[in-house]
């Protein structure tokens, strides 16, 4: 399928692993400029080399810490104007209310709220002057079945989804619309430092963790990072024109359990 947009440009941040990096590659596929986005210069720079290697596609990249101000610069100064604006950010501490720490809830509001924010706030203006803009925020299934031990999550996630669906009733007239994913038990990095953390909580073995993570979702399995880049590049699409303001689940079915366990599966 010819999703329309070969030519168009894309920021994808945090895009140097996981979820990031898959909607990158998702997004060259389809012949779409790229942007990346990490902290790490070095590691970016590897990672854009292997992309351009690996598609023939356009890559550039930006390194920047977009819970700063001046990370924040550096990527409107390296891409004055976007088609595509994809973003996505390392996940917040887990812990419940109670021992919730306030740096780690200034971090999660930083990084998943103000950031996305502003980022969109900056971009929009220009998306609907030219009648083109994809924007998609890769967030997480907390902000529909929030659980215990992922309040930071929930609570700076679930504030960006209001003010995207308020936004984006505003400026589908200019054909620009605003979608959120909503990954939950997808197989990426997240996932191995969450199995790694309840072991070392619940004295299980890391093994019998990432098994049960496997367990947890209907689809009886973990997700692939690409299916969740699927989903977004189909989002970012000319084809997605009449599709804005919602939340997409790719989760496996994952929202259908209702026991504690599975709330450290979540994104």
């Given at each position: 399928m010819d999703l329309g947009i070969a030519g168009r440009a894309a920021l994808v941040t945090g895009s140097t692993q996981g979820l990031g990096l898959a909607c990158a590659r998702a997004l060259l596929a389809e012949g779409v400029a790229v942007t990346l986005n990490g902290r790490d210069a070095d590691c970016l720079d590897q990672v854009r080399a292997e992309l351009a290697e690996q598609s023939g596609g356009e890559v550039s990249c930006v390194a920047a810490d977009l819970g700063t101000k001046e990370g924040l610069d550096a990527v409107f100064a390296a891409c004055p104007t976007l088609d595509i604006l994809v973003t996505n950010n390392r996940g917040p501490k887990p812990a419940p209310i109670s021992t919730l720490a306030d740096v780690d809830l200034d971090e999660a509001l930083r990084l998943h709220l103000w950031a996305p924010f502003k980022l969109v706030q900056h971009y929009l203006p220009g998306m609907y002057e030219r009648r083109f803009g994809r924007i998609v925020n890769?967030?997480?299934?907390?902000?529909?079945?929030?659980?215990?031990?992922?309040?930071?999550?929930?609570?700076?996630?679930?504030?960006?989804?209001?003010?995207?669906?308020?936004?984006?009733?505003?400026?589908?007239?200019?054909?620009?619309?605003?979608?959120?994913?909503?990954?939950?038990?997808?197989?990426?990095?997240?996932?191995?430092?969450?199995?790694?953390?309840?072991?070392?909580?619940?004295?299980?073995?890391?093994?019998?963790?990432?098994?049960?993570?496997?367990?947890?979702?209907?689809?009886?399995?973990?997700?692939?990072?690409?299916?969740?880049?699927?989903?977004?590049?189909?989002?970012?699409?000319?084809?997605?024109?009449?599709?804005?303001?919602?939340?997409?689940?790719?989760?496996?079915?994952?929202?259908?359990?209702?026991?504690?366990?599975?709330?450290?599966?979540?994104?």
């Open positions: 890769i967030t997480s299934a907390m902000v529909r079945t929030p659980g215990a031990l992922m309040i930071a999550s929930t609570a700076a996630r679930s504030g960006l989804t209001g003010a995207m669906h308020g936004t984006a009733t505003a400026v589908a007239r200019d054909n620009v619309t605003i979608n959120q994913v909503l990954p939950m038990l997808i197989d990426s990095p997240r996932q191995h430092n969450l199995a790694r953390q309840r072991a070392e909580n619940e004295g299980l073995s890391y093994d019998e963790v990432r098994a049960e993570q496997g367990r947890m979702a209907a689809a009886r399995r973990m997700g692939r990072p690409e299916e969740v880049a699927a989903a977004c590049a189909f989002l970012c699409s000319e084809l997605a024109g009449f599709t804005t303001g919602m939340e997409f689940r790719v989760d496996g079915g994952g929202v259908l359990a209702v026991d504690n366990e599975w709330e450290m599966g979540s994104r």
